[in-house]
């Protein structure tokens, strides 16, 4: 796939949606979200989000455009009821061409679905579940701040089996304050006795402001170090591929066929469009997100018009950069000749070329003829890499 693909209207197009609202703060996280008080919070954003399908793709001039994913993210999608979901879903395939085989993908919190809500999703026509579990460990779970216990997030793996989902993924993290090898190793067993089609595994990222660094920083909680994080994610890396996951991503593993399709256009510069709150669309080249603002959405939606936007600026450079990075994330790696007669330059590396080369040199990254790609001793440093050559 290439970049080039991105402005070409015959490319079908990932649709992102964002619910905003979480039962509680998780202590690690800094997404935009918004308490959930009750149920009518929640029906009345849907109707909003089913409005600004419409409005926002008129303005975007993307309606009637083929859909090959959909992907239903947050804040925590899985809190609108079935009949919230069955709005959006009706605006979606008014508005867009919804092809078949279509991935439709939705992040689940094991405190909000049970049984019946999950089978009301499948018949829906979500086909992929994503299943924010983070950890087994009640202690871990604690300071996490989440708001499932480690049973009910096995029950709920359970329950979306017996509703039908024949895709499910969840999430683990590492290295996290009074998380060792022994932790990872239960949670890693556990894990693969549910037999998971796909998993994502997330190190905790120190860069972010969150209120679990904060304690971190105050002496509460034990720091993790970088060796605890590589050997942690070693030990992960190891299991899964041993137990016939393939790595394809620094964060996921999938079995067979059951790679993420709509996280990959990420990852190969390929065009999505986001509705929702603080969602990010990649359309024609540019990059713009609708505003993190749930009430100005809400008044954009009850007046008819589609919400306010904030773009990004960034010339072909920037661009191409975004491409190398995202693409470096898969473990494949990126072709730069495809990245080349896409952003119709000849040497994409530039004057990038001398740090890649000391990198390769010092052993981080491998280039192939025109293969890129990070070594394994990268994995867990990678942002600290993409730095060098920026
Ligand atoms: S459930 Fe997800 S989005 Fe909500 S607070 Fe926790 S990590 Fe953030």
Redesign the pocket.
């Known amino acids: 796939m290439s970049s080039s693909q991105g402005f070409d209207e015959q490319v079908p197009l990932g649709v992102y949606l964002h619910a905003p609202f979480?039962?509680?703060?998780?202590t690690?996280?800094?997404?935009y979200?918004k308490a959930y008080s009750d149920g009518s919070q929640v029906r009345t954003f849907a109707e909003a989000l089913a409005a600004g399908v419409r409005n926002s793709s008129e303005d975007l001039e993307v309606t009637g455009r083929a859909v090959d994913t959909l992907y239903f993210g947050?804040?925590?999608p899985s809190l609108l009821e079935p009949a919230d979901l069955e709005k959006v879903m009706e605006s979606l395939r008014a508005t867009f061409r919804l092809l078949p085989g279509v991935e439709i993908s939705m992040?689940a919190?094991p405190e909000s679905i049970r049984r019946e809500k999950l089978r009301a999703f499948r018949s829906l026509g979500v086909n992929r579940l994503s299943l924010?579990v983070q950890s087994f460990q009640p202690a871990i779970l604690s300071t996490l701040?989440?708001?499932h216990t480690a049973r009910r997030a096995m029950e709920a793996i359970e329950d979306a089996r017996a509703a039908g989902f024949d895709n499910v993924s969840f999430d683990l993290m590492l290295a996290l304050p009074g998380q060792g090898r022994e932790t990872v190793k239960r949670d890693l067993q556990t894990s693969l006795s549910l037999e998971p089609d796909h998993l994502s595994v997330y190190l905790l990222e120190m860069d972010k402001q969150s209120a679990l660094r904060a304690r971190i920083e105050r002496g509460e909680l034990p720091a993790p170090t970088e060796d605890d994080a590589a050997e942690q994610y070693e030990l992960t890396r190891a299991a899964l591929t041993r137990a016939g996951f393939l790595h394809y991503e620094l964060s996921n593993f999938a079995h067979r066929d059951k790679q993420c399709k709509h996280n990959l256009k990420y990852w190969t510069d390929m065009p999505f469009v986001g509705f929702g709150p603080s969602a990010w669309s990649y359309l024609a080249g540019r990059r713009f997100r609708e505003l993190a603002d749930l009430e100005g959405y809400l008044e954009a939606a009850q007046r008819g018009v589609p919400p306010q936007r904030e773009g990004m600026e960034g010339g072909v450079e920037e661009r191409l950069e975004e491409a190398i990075f995202a693409g470096l994330r898969l473990i494949e790696g990126i072709d730069l000749a495809d990245v080349g007669r896409a952003y119709g330059v000849e040497d994409p590396l530039g004057e990038r070329r001398q740090a890649i080369l000391d990198l390769e040199e010092a052993g981080f990254i491998r280039l192939d003829g025109s293969r890129l790609r990070l070594t394994r001793r990268s994995y867990t440093i990678a942002n600290e890499i993409f730095e060098v050559f920026v």
């Not at 979480?22 to 998780?26: D, E, F, N, Q, R």
């Not at 690690?28 to 997404?31: G, I, L, N």
């Open positions: 979480c039962v509680s703060h998780c690690y996280c800094d997404f979200t947050g804040g925590t992040e919190n924010g701040g989440r708001a």
